[in-house]
């Protein structure tokens, strides 16, 4: 009997033992209060260069009074980060760096900024005037408040933060994690990068490439839907969602009025307008001349052919891809792109 009693009494404290901590929880009431997430990284695009210039004004201006760099001498500073670094403080108008310079500490610059080619910053480069960076430099990170120009070939590791006079980026730059700029941003061709954001976002002008000859089959000219593919005809004008199972193709010079969702790839050939968002779960391919009012947001990659442009002024659009995003020349994106991998073409 006493054998029954212990079972039974071993069958009931492991049923109960996974209500334990709940019952306890409504007595002591030791979780009540709402977790606290900061979402601020999440939400601006300048979060890297408003938390380092946040900590690097601490540093330098302690009592927090006055943080005029007027106040500063120029000499090296040590001021505490994450650790304590040191910092050259620049307080000349303007300043340069030679080529091949090489520079192990944060640079604060009070004006204008000016570094010879292939140069070398192991820290963090913050400039108050305008920064023009030469060719095959490497940056770890920068923040520059009044323009930033990187020459063809520069690098940066980690993040670029812009403010007024816009970000201009030559040739085959390396624009690291995340480049933001208020203003336009500006790439030219053979950039990389992952995330950007900027008003706009342009990619560097170029003459459009030849278009081949319209096909000229039943696809050009009917709504066509197989197992495999739905197209929706060339000059078309549709004022409904758009939702698709099978390979999307909208053919040249059609009009959306509307979203489209495709369960699959998703293209739009040369001129299609589309007002309102495309999401997809494979690629999006936008052909020549193509203008999307929307958000583009993709699982597979993102191509934006040349000329066309995504959002319009003064709305700030985003074109999203869990894979990569090939820009071709001229084309205008209004706001955010992010990625595994971005490319700009050759030009």
């Not at 403080?89 to 090489?102: D, E, K, L, N, Q």
Request: with cysteine; glycine share 12%.
């Amino acid at each position: 009997m006493a054998f029954y009693l212990l079972l039974a009494g071993l069958a009931i404290t492991v049923f109960a033992a996974p209500f334990v901590p709940g019952w306890l929880e409504l007595y002591r009431r030791r979780d009540s209060q709402p977790l606290h997430i900061n979402m601020e990284h999440s939400s601006s695009p300048f979060f890297f260069g408003d938390s380092f210039g946040a900590l690097l004004r601490r540093g330098l201006f302690p009592d927090g009074s006055n943080e005029n760099p007027a106040g500063l001498e120029q000499k090296e500073y040590t001021i505490k980060v994450s650790r304590p670094e040191k910092v050259s403080v620049i307080t000349a108008p303007t300043w340069s760096f030679a080529p091949f310079s090489r520079v192990k500490h944060i640079v604060y610059a009070a004006g204008d900024l000016e570094v010879g080619e292939q140069s070398s910053f192991a820290k963090e480069l913050v400039t108050e005037g305008r920064a023009r960076v030469g060719g095959r430099t490497r940056l770890r990170a920068a923040l520059c408040r009044k323009g930033l120009e990187l020459e063809e070939g520069a690098s940066v590791a980690r993040w670029l933060d812009v403010r007024e006079g816009g970000l201009t980026a030559g040739a085959n730059c390396r624009l690291g994690r995340s480049a933001s700029s208020a203003g336009p941003l500006n790439l030219g061709p053979g950039c990389a990068f992952s995330k950007l954001y900027g008003l706009p976002i342009r990619t560097f002008a170029a003459p459009p490439p030849a278009s081949p000859p319209a096909e000229g089959n039943i696809r050009e000219k009917a709504l066509v839907a197989t197992a495999l593919l739905f197209s929706i005809p060339a000059g078309a004008v549709l004022r409904n969602n758009v939702l698709s199972t099978q390979e999307l193709k909208i053919c040249s010079g059609a009009e959306v009025h509307g979203d489209i969702k495709g369960l699959r790839g998703v293209e739009l050939e040369d001129g299609v307008t589309v007002h309102g968002t495309i999401v997809a779960d494979g690629a999006v391919v936008l052909g020549a001349n193509c203008r999307v009012n929307g958000n583009i947001f993709a699982q597979g990659g993102v191509r934006l052919g040349h000329g066309c442009v995504v959002g319009e002024e003064g709305h700030v659009k985003s074109v999203i891809s869990r894979s990569t995003v090939r820009l071709e020349a001229g084309t205008i994106v209004h706001g955010h792109i992010a990625c595994e991998k971005g490319t700009v073409a050759e030009a």
